[in-house]
C-alpha cells in the first residue's frame, strides 16, 4: 500500500472532523478570531522573508557557479564523463533553493534521487582539478571519493571544493525492487570556499531482510538553515518527518506516523491499483501534522476503530435519512480528528466536527471547523486559493517521499 495513501488520505479526511477540547487535556487559546487571523498573516510572511533571505546565499552561487561549469565542460574530452553525474544531481537540487519561497511549498528529499549517486559512484569516484588554461578537467585516482577542486567568484585559482565521502551503498536482491538496483547506505557530501565551509550534506540508512528502509536520517545545513528528514519503520509503526528551520526557528515542517501491520507480505496482500483506505488491514491508527512557521494543522484517525463501528451500522436500518447522517458524523467525530494551534504553545486555535446538514437535495455529510467562541470558520480565513496549492503541495511532496525512500509499491 502506499504511503500516499496512509498519509494523504489521513489529511482528507481528517481536515474535516474533530474532537473536544478536553479530550486530550489540552488548552484552547483564549485569542479572538481577528487576531488568529493577524497571527496567520504574519506566519506567512515570515516564512516569505525566511526564503526570500536564502536565495542570496553565497553557497547557492557557488552550487550553481559549479552545476554551470559542469554543464560547459562535460563530455569525456574534457575530464567529466556525464553532466547527469550523482554529484550534478545532488547539487542541482540543492541550488534550487535559490528560487527562494519555492523552495518553502515545494519542500522534497534534499537528494532529489539518492540512486543516482549509489548507481554511479564507482564509475565517477575521483580526484577531480578544473584547469583554467584548458578548461577542462584533470581527473586523479581515488576508489573512496569523489572531489572536485574548482574556481568560484572570479577567482585565479581552485578555490572551492566539493567533496563526496563516507560513501557506502549495495545491489538490492528484491525482484520487487528491480527499478531501484542500488540502495543508499550512507554518504557525506560538503562544499567549502575558501577553506570555510558552507554546505555539509549527511546521509544514514538500514534496511531490513527485503532490502526495505528500517531506519533513514539525512540532513542538509546551508548556514543557519537545516533541513532534517527521518524515516522509521518497523512491523507495527511507519513514521516519516522533514523539518526546514532557519537558526532553529520553524520555517516548515511535516510529519505523519502510522501503526499497524508493515509485514512485507501484509503490505503485499493488501495493495491494489485503487486501495481504499476504508478496506485494508495494514493500518490501525494515523496521525499527522504539517507546521508552517508557528501555525501546526494536526490530524488523528483510528482506523481500526472506524472499521468496527462502521461494521455495527446498517443503513437500511435508520428511520431517516437525517438520523442516518448524524449516525455517519457521530461515528466519524469518534475515530477522527483535526485541530488548527499555534505551535510554540499547543494552544489550539479551532477544531473540526463532522455534522448533517439539511440541503435542496436532502440531508448531506458536511464539515466546519469551529473557534474557541462558538464562530465557525469559513473560505476567507486561509483562502481557497492558497488552501488549494496548499494540499497540492502536500499531494506532490509526499510522491517524492515515496520515490526517494523506496517505500511504494
Not at 485569542?31 to 516564512?47: F, I, R, T
Not at 567529466?80 to 537540487?93: A, D, L, P, R
Not at 475515530?335 to 510554540?344: H, R, V
Request: charged share 25%; hydrophobic share 35%; net charge negative.
Amino acid at each position: 500500500m502506499k504511503i500516499k495513501v496512509l498519509f494523504v488520505s489521513v489529511l482528507a479526511f481528517a481536515l474535516a472532523v474533530g474532537c473536544q477540547e478536553d479530550e486530550k487535556g489540552e488548552k484552547m487559546s483564549p485569542l479572538g478570531v481577528e487576531e488568529h487571523k493577524a497571527n496567520l498573516e504574519q506566519s506567512g510572511l515570515n516564512v516569505v522573508d525566511k526564503m526570500d533571505a536564502m536565495s542570496d546565499m553565497e553557497a547557492l552561487h557557488v552550487v550553481n557557479e559549479f552545476v554551470s561549469l559542469i554543464e560547459n565542460t562535460s563530455g569525456e574530452e574534457s575530464g567529466i564523463v556525464s553532466e547527469q553525474s550523482g554529484v550534478v544531481t545532488v547539487m542541482k537540487s540543492v541550488g534550487e533553493f535559490e528560487n527562494g519561497m519555492e523552495a518553502a511549498v515545494n519542500l522534497k528529499s534534499t537528494t532529489v534521487d539518492n540512486t543516482t549517486l549509489a548507481g554511479e559512484f564507482d564509475q565517477e569516484a575521483g580526484i577531480y582539478t578544473y584547469d583554467p588554461e584548458t578548461q577542462s578537467w584533470i581527473k586523479g585516482e581515488s576508489g573512496d571519493q569523489i572531489t572536485y577542486h574548482f574556481p568560484v567568484n572570479g577567482s585565479e585559482t581552485n578555490n572551492a571544493t566539493i567533496s563526496v565521502t563516507n560513501f557506502s551503498a549495495f545491489t538490492t536482491t528484491n525482484p520487487d525492487l528491480a527499478e531501484v538496483e542500488d540502495l543508499l547506505e550512507s554518504v557525506n557530501i560538503s562544499l567549502t570556499v575558501n577553506e570555510e565551509q558552507l554546505i555539509l550534506f549527511e546521509f544514514e540508512a538500514s534496511y531490513d531482510e527485503n532490502d526495505i528502509p528500517e531506519s533513514i536520517t539525512e540532513s542538509l545545513t546551508l548556514g543557519k538553515y537545516i533541513i532534517e528528514t527521518s524515516v522509521e519503520k518497523d512491523n507495527s509503526t511507519m513514521a516519516f518527518e522533514q523539518s526546514f528551520e532557519f537558526d532553529g526557528n520553524n520555517i516548515i515542517s511535516y510529519h505523519f506516523e502510522s501503526n499497524g501491520e508493515f509485514t512485507y507480505d501484509n503490505i503485499e496482500d493488501n495493495t491494489s491499483e485503487e486501495p481504499n483506505p476504508f478496506d485494508q488491514s495494514v493500518v490501525n491508527s494515523a496521525n499527522s501534522w504539517v507546521a508552517v512557521d508557528n501555525l501546526k494543522l494536526e490530524g488523528t484517525i483510528d482506523w481500526k476503530g472506524f472499521q468496527n463501528d462502521a461494521g455495527n451500522i446498517d443503513e437500511d436500518s435508520f428511520e431517516s435519512e437525517q438520523v442516518w447522517v448524524e449516525t455517519l458524523a457521530g461515528l466519524i467525530n469518534n475515530n477522527a480528528s483535526i485541530e488548527l494551534k499555534y505551535n510554540d504553545s499547543n494552544e489550539i486555535i479551532a477544531v473540526g466536527e463532522a455534522y448533517s446538514a439539511d440541503s435542496d437535495e436532502g440531508w448531506e455529510l458536511d464539515f466546519r471547523v469551529k473557534f474557541s467562541d462558538g464562530s465557525y470558520m469559513d473560505d476567507s480565513f486561509f483562502g481557497e486559493e492558497n488552501f488549494t496549492d496548499f494540499v497540492n503541495s502536500v499531494d506532490e511532496m509526499i510522491n517524492e517521499v515515496e520515490t526517494n525512500y523506496g517505500m511504494s509499491e
